[in-house]
Each structure stands twice: as C-alpha cells, then as structure tokens.
C-alpha cells in the first residue's frame, strides 16, 4: 500500500496527532486524531475480512475507548457549533443550549484526557508495525479491495432504497453509516477510484452526517425543560428547514438513471469478473492461513492439469464453474492446518463453512468448495456424511468427482518437495494414463498415489494408471 496512505502512515499520525490533541482538546485537534483513529480502524475492518490474524481486534481495542471518548466529545463540540450559528446573539434558546453544551463539554473533556492518558502508545506501535507487513500481502486497487467495495456499495445502496422508502431518521442513519463503510473502503483500498469519487463520497456524507446532527439537535430542543412553546417551535421549524435543504441536495445527487450510485457500480466489478473477485477474496483468506502457500500452488496447477487433460479425454464435460470450485479448493485444501495437523481436512471444512458468503459466490458453491477441500485426505465421501447431505444430490456426483481430482493432485505433492512438476493425460484402451515428471514407481510416494486414485476412478469408473513421463505415451502437455 502507498507509503503515504498505508497502515504505518496513519497509525503514525494517530501519535502525532495525539500529542496535539492533549494541550486543548480543541475542536481542530480532536477531529485530526479522530480522523486518524478512524483510518487505521477502517483498515482494520477491511483487512478482518480475509486476515484471521488477532491483531486486527487487538488493534482495535486498543485504540477504542480513545476513539469513543474523542466521538462524545467532537459530538458535543458540532452541537455548539449548530447552535452558535443558527441563532442570534440575543437569542435566549440559543444562550440556554450553549451553556448546557458548555458544562457537558467540561466532563468530556475530563473523559477524553483520561482516555488519552490510557491510551498503550507502546503496544499500539508494536502492532502497527506488525500488521503493516500484513497489508502487503493484497494489493491495493486489486480484485479483493474491489470485491470488498461492491459489497459496501450493495449494502450502502439498499439502505439507501430503505431510507428514501422510509423516510424516517433512524432509516437516514443508518444510510449515513452505509455509505461510510463505502467510503472508508475506496479510501484506504482503491486509491485511484478514490481519487475521482473522493471529493463526491465526503460531500454526502457531510450531508448525512449534518442530517444526523440536526436530528440530534431537534430532539434536544423537544425535550429541553423550560422553554417557552412559541421558541420551541420556531428552533424546530429552523432545523427543519436545514435538514430539507440537506435531503434535497442529497436526492439531487442520488436520484435517477444518472445518480452517483451508477457511476460507482459501473467502475466496481460485475458478472463474470465480480465471481474472479469473489474467489480471489476466498484465496487471499487462504493465504493468510495457510502456512505452506507453495504446496498449495503446486497441487492446484496439477489439479488442474488432471481436470483440463480428463476433461478433454472425455472423461467427464468440462465446466468453468466446476474448474473455478476445484481451483478455489485446492488453494485452500490445507487451512485447517493453522488448527492443528489432526484431521486437517475438516478443520478446513468447518473454516470454509463459517465464511460469510461474498458478494459474487454463492452458498452453494461455497459449500461445493468446501466439500472438494474436505475429501482431498482422510475417509471416502459416504451418502450419509453431513458434508454431503448439506449439498443437493444432483450435485453431489460432481463435487466427489472433483474431490477425486483433488486427492490425486496432493499425494503427487505429498512431500512438499515439488520433486512432481507436471501431469499428462491420455485415454488409451479405455483406461486413463497420467504420465508425471518427477514420478517414480519405486519413491515410498508411489503406494500413496495408487491409493489416491481410487476416489478418481469409482467417481469417473475408469481406471487410471500413473506412469514416469520416461516410460508413458508422449502426449501434449495440459494447463
């Protein structure tokens, strides 16, 4: 991520800003360690989605009681700032919530410097510096960061639907907070869209947010004991009127064929290429979990290999979707080892289940990879496994066909050495001849890789013979 931009950047500036803001606590100040607060904390958010890594939350934790105290105490501090510029001088409502807002602002202060006191700088640096190297690992603007923005768009853009149906302030609430995690995400992830979206995204949701304090504002003045009924109403009235002018700008941009929401979608990924991102979200989650990424590799491009070359055989049809569901599951066959070598592949199971379903997968075929990564060791798929009974029976021939490809991949690559660089298939006679580089019929692999190929052949019902590339049929290489 841009040096400028990045988790070291702004968890950086939350110290520097911190040293600001404990002399006054002024308004200016406060903002600027809230806004850097918030950007690490976004980060967070963003990067909780694919990372397991503890950090994240503990990063969060440590930074959130300041967070909370410095939100009480900015909230305070726009309520005087409202107030101050919608009345008079000589307006006696206007003087009444000015003094109430300055005794409250004394304890939220008091609040703030006590949470900044708390505040662990040291622990917060250690797991800054820690997590930077993490965000590395995904690129920024790449098809993970753009999957994550669809699906902050999907679910800012229906709250908007909610919002304009409803039109009830806690429906506008909730709108502002959905466009803000759309925000947040472009901002720290996409920069180059951010660059042209930026200046539109802060413009509504300084709309939503003024929406939202006015609100707050409104229910204060409703409630505030002693004042007289007619000021009452005419501080109501006012705020009214600046919450419509505030609606109104906010539906001028945002309605009709040529609203920002399209402009957004457009530039974000969709059909084909949100189903890449979907899987590319599910395999940078693998990544972080999976503590020999090579071996995983390695057994993907053999599975591969074994699926395009029987495919063409005419072993079974080739489909796309069958392929992207065997690729996904054998960059992820070995997560569950971050649980422990016991068992692995249900480990694996239970993690893939526990996934949120991303924009672009569907629960069906997240449980379809799933089921693929569980069988590629251990037992035999059997009807009445969970794993199975959990997928449609059309579909279950299929995912213990892919299952199959999948055992056979890994034990080429049991060893982890890479010694097996690619696989060749041929149909002769009615059999499946899989010639393999690197493979010998004598290495203690070779009894492994006869058993694996049982799944393969009851699922396909042919039999399959693995030979040396020295000694089989040349054929043209697949994959």
């Given at each position: 991520m841009d040096e400028k931009s990045g988790l070291a950047y702004w968890a950086g500036r939350v110290l520097q800003e911190l040293a600001n803001v404990t002399r006054n606590f002024d308004p200016d100040p406060v903002h600027d360690l809230r806004v850097a607060l918030r950007r690490c904390r976004s980060m967070a958010d963003g990067f909780l989605l694919v990372d397991p890594d503890p950090g994240w939350k503990q990063l969060k934790k440590v930074g959130k009681g300041l967070f909370s105290r410095l939100g009480e105490l900015r909230d305070m501090q726009v309520m005087e700032e409202w107030v101050t510029g919608l009345g008079e001088p000589d307006d006696s409502i206007r003087n009444d919530l000015l003094r109430l807002f300055a005794s409250q602002e004394i304890a939220l202060k008091s609040n703030a410097q006590l949470a900044a006191q708390a505040f662990d700088q040291e622990k917060w640096q250690f797991l800054a510096g820690r997590l930077a190297a993490r965000t590395r690992a995904i690129p920024s603007e790449g098809l993970v960061f753009q999957q994550m923005a669809t699906e902050r768009w999907q679910q800012a853009h229906e709250l908007h639907r909610q919002a304009l149906r409803?039109?009830?302030?806690?429906?506008?609430?909730?709108?502002?907070?959905?466009?803000?995690?759309?925000?947040?995400?472009?901002?720290?992830?996409?920069?180059?869209?951010?660059?042209?979206?930026?200046?539109?995204?802060?413009?509504?949701?300084?709309?939503?947010?003024?929406v939202h304090d006015l609100d707050v504002l409104a229910g204060i003045v409703r409630t505030l004991p002693g004042l007289a009924s007619e000021g009452r109403q005419r501080w109501?009235?006012?705020?009214?009127?600046?919450?419509?002018?505030?609606?109104?700008?906010?539906?001028?941009?945002?309605?009709?064929?040529?609203?920002?929401?399209?402009?957004?979608?457009?530039?974000?990924?969709?059909?084909?290429?949100?189903?890449?991102?979907?899987?590319?979200?599910?395999?940078?989650?693998?990544?972080?979990?999976d503590s020999d990424v090579h071996h995983s590799r390695r057994v993907t491009k053999l599975a591969l290999q074994l699926y395009e070359g029987l495919a063409r055989e005419e072993v079974f049809r080739f489909s796309e979707k069958q392929r992207r569901i065997l690729e996904t599951a054998a960059l992820l066959h070995d997560v569950g080892l971050a649980k422990g070598n016991r068992a692995h592949h249900k480990h694996t199971y239970r993690l893939i289940r526990k996934i949120a379903v991303p924009?672009?997968?569907?629960?069906?075929?997240?449980?379809?990879?799933?089921?693929?990564?569980?069988?590629?060791?251990?037992?035999?798929?059997?009807?009445?496994?969970?794993?199975?009974?959990?997928?449609?029976?059309?579909?279950?021939?299929?995912?213990?066909?892919?299952?199959?490809?999948?055992?056979?991949?890994?034990?080429?690559?049991?060893?982890?050495?890479?010694?097996?660089?690619?696989?060749?298939?041929?149909?002769?006679?009615?059999?499946?001849?899989?010639?393999?580089?690197?493979?010998?019929?004598?290495?203690?692999?070779?009894?492994?890789?006869?058993?694996?190929?049982?799944?393969?052949?009851?699922?396909?019902?042919?039999?399959?013979?693995?030979?040396?590339?020295?000694?089989?049929?040349?054929?043209?290489?697949?994959?």
């Open positions: 409803n039109r009830t302030q806690v429906a506008f609430h909730h709108l502002r907070i959905g466009l803000k995690k759309f925000r947040y995400t472009v901002e720290n992830f996409l920069p180059q869209r951010h660059e042209k979206w930026g200046s539109d995204l802060r413009k509504l949701q300084d709309l939503l947010g003024e109501q009235g006012r705020i009214h009127q600046e919450r419509q002018q505030r609606l109104e700008k906010y539906r001028s941009k945002m309605l009709g064929r040529h609203s920002l929401w399209h402009v957004w979608r457009e530039e974000l990924p969709q059909g084909a290429r949100l189903e890449q991102a979907a899987l590319a979200r599910l395999r940078a989650w693998g990544a972080f979990l924009i672009g997968c569907t629960l069906p075929e997240l449980s379809a990879i799933g089921a693929v990564a569980r069988y590629h060791r251990g037992a035999l798929p059997r009807p009445e496994h969970k794993c199975l009974r959990r997928i449609p029976a059309s579909a279950r021939p299929s995912i213990i066909r892919l299952a199959g490809v999948l055992r056979l991949a890994n034990a080429f690559d049991f060893s982890h050495d890479g010694s097996v660089r690619s696989l060749r298939v041929e149909r002769s006679a009615g059999t499946i001849l899989i010639s393999s580089d690197g493979y010998s019929s004598t290495a203690p692999e070779a009894e492994r890789i006869a058993a694996a190929r049982h799944l393969l052949e009851a699922s396909c019902q042919v039999a399959v013979i693995v030979r040396p590339s020295s000694t089989a049929p040349r054929v043209a290489a697949v994959g």
